[in-house]
């Protein structure tokens, strides 16, 4: 589940003492990401939930109730939530509106849409709640989909319900591919079949620089300061290459910056609806990225727009790679009007 940082920490409870409660109740395990590690392109922090299919659903279950009874005060900080009483009382605040957030592996996406939509659907219709899901194109870096659930509070936690059963009820086992709440850099290559190991010896993705597919109309150029430059890489770009062996420790401190042009048509792939694929990309490389505003063209007069990352070499390479995903991502077809 996604919880905000003030649900989060209602959640956690004065001392850790609401989660353990919540854990001995439910027989669940509960973990919640930390705040200075939310859910990529997202402010929300990660709970994961863990066991049995009866003590995951009323983990949940107590979780949504959490949520309602926060949502619903008029001094939501000074809630105190207590799961050993709540599991008595279950049901006795259904009416209450409320909206919660929750995340399927994206590999089950086809199971809980079913053929034009007819599965989320009857979710929908069943439960009384509004279930939508975010595109598939928003899943690639974390290979989740994120589901959001609106309505009454006993509306949502049968939608809720709902999904974990047909989850469970899959002929095929359904896993995540990011088995914990972190989503940063070092999660990145157990969480994405596409990331490659950083080598400070040799240069980015082990070689030469900047673009391992070699993406046609692009270039640029990797700098680090202190004279560390590379030789020739594949995709018009240079390499960043150290002189010395012994240079883990510098490579991770020194600060990078990697810029190159990408065709104009190219950048709302980088940028995503509303800038949420930019976020998500910042997120979990925790790099800088900035992309030239549109009318500040280069190249003589071409369509090129620059796009600059900055950050350690580890997480400017990470943001690099990311982008490279998007840009080689299938294009949508446009209809004419």
Same mark, same amino acid.
């Given at each position: 589940?996604?919880?905000?940082? =003030?649900?989060?920490?209602?959640?956690?409870?004065?001392?850790?003492?609401?989660?353990?409660?919540?854990?001995?109740?439910?027989?669940?395990?509960?973990?919640?990401?930390?705040?200075?590690?939310?859910?990529?392109?997202?402010?929300?922090?990660?709970?994961?939930?863990?066991?049995?299919?009866?003590?995951?659903?009323?983990?949940?279950?107590?979780?949504?109730?959490?949520?309602?009874?926060?949502?619903?005060?008029?001094?939501?900080?000074?809630?105190?939530?207590?799961?050993?009483?709540?599991?008595? &009382?279950?049901?006795?605040?259904?009416?209450?509106?409320?909206?919660?957030?929750?995340?399927?592996? %994206?590999? %089950?996406?086809?199971?809980?849409?079913?053929?034009?939509?007819?599965?989320?659907?009857?979710?929908?219709?069943?439960?009384?709640?509004?279930?939508?899901?975010?595109?598939?194109?928003?899943?690639?870096?974390?290979?989740?989909?994120?589901?959001?659930? !609106?309505?009454?509070?006993?509306?949502? /936690?049968?939608?809720?319900?709902?999904?974990?059963?047909?989850?469970?009820?899959?002929?095929?086992?359904?896993?995540?591919?990011?088995?914990?709440?972190?989503?940063?850099?070092?999660?990145?290559?157990?969480?994405?079949? &596409?990331?490659?190991?950083?080598?400070?010896?040799?240069?980015?993705?082990?070689?030469?620089?900047?673009?391992?597919?070699?993406?046609?109309?692009?270039?640029?150029?990797?700098?680090?300061?202190?004279?560390?430059?590379?030789?020739?890489?594949?995709?018009?770009?240079?390499?960043?290459? /150290?002189?010395?062996?012994?240079?883990?420790?510098?490579?991770?401190?020194?600060?990078? !910056?990697?810029?190159?042009?990408?065709?104009?048509?190219?950048?709302?792939?980088?940028?995503?609806?509303?800038?949420?694929?930019?976020?998500?990309?910042?997120?979990?490389?925790?790099?800088?990225?900035?992309?030239?505003?549109?009318?500040?063209?280069?190249?003589?007069?071409?369509? =090129?727009?620059?796009?600059?990352?900055?950050?350690?070499?580890?997480?400017?390479?990470?943001?690099?790679?990311?982008?490279?995903?998007?840009?080689?991502?299938?294009?949508?077809?446009?209809?004419? =009007?």
């Amino acid at each position: 589940m996604l919880l905000s940082n =003030n649900l989060s920490g209602s959640l956690i409870g004065l001392g850790g003492r609401a989660i353990k409660d919540l854990m001995e109740v439910s027989g669940a395990r509960v973990h919640v990401s930390s705040s200075s590690d939310p859910y990529p392109g997202t402010s929300d922090r990660v709970v994961l939930i863990s066991g049995d299919l009866d003590s995951v659903t009323l983990a949940q279950s107590l979780i949504w109730e959490m949520i309602a009874l926060v949502t619903c005060s008029e001094n939501p900080k000074e809630v105190e939530w207590n799961p050993k009483d709540m599991v008595n &009382f279950i049901g006795q605040n259904d009416g209450a509106n409320i909206s919660g957030k929750l995340t399927v592996p %994206a590999s %089950a996406a086809g199971l809980m849409i079913g053929k034009a939509g007819a599965n989320i659907q009857h979710l929908s219709d069943e439960s009384g709640a509004s279930v939508l899901m975010n595109s598939k194109e928003e899943a690639m870096f974390t290979q989740e989909r994120i589901v959001s659930i !609106t309505g009454s509070l006993g509306s949502c /936690m049968k939608a809720a319900s709902m999904i974990l059963q047909k989850l469970d009820e899959s002929p095929e086992p359904i896993a995540y591919v990011n088995k914990g709440t972190s989503y940063s850099t070092a999660h990145l290559s157990a969480a994405n079949p &596409f990331a490659m190991p950083f080598n400070p010896a040799y240069g980015m993705y082990g070689g030469g620089m900047m673009h391992p597919m070699g993406m046609p109309g692009m270039s640029g150029v990797a700098n680090v300061p202190g004279g560390m430059r590379g030789g020739a890489g594949r995709g018009g770009g240079r390499g960043m290459g /150290m002189s010395t062996p012994d240079v883990d420790g510098i490579a991770q401190q020194v600060e990078t !910056t990697i810029s190159f042009t990408v065709p104009d048509e190219l950048v709302g792939n980088i940028l995503g609806k509303q800038g949420t694929t930019m976020r998500e990309i910042i997120s979990i490389s925790k790099a800088k990225v900035n992309v030239s505003p549109r009318g500040e063209l280069v190249d003589g007069g071409s369509s =090129n727009r620059v796009v600059t990352i900055t950050g350690t070499p580890g997480n400017a390479q990470t943001a690099h790679m990311l982008i490279n995903q998007r840009l080689q991502a299938p294009q949508p077809q446009r209809r004419n =009007n």
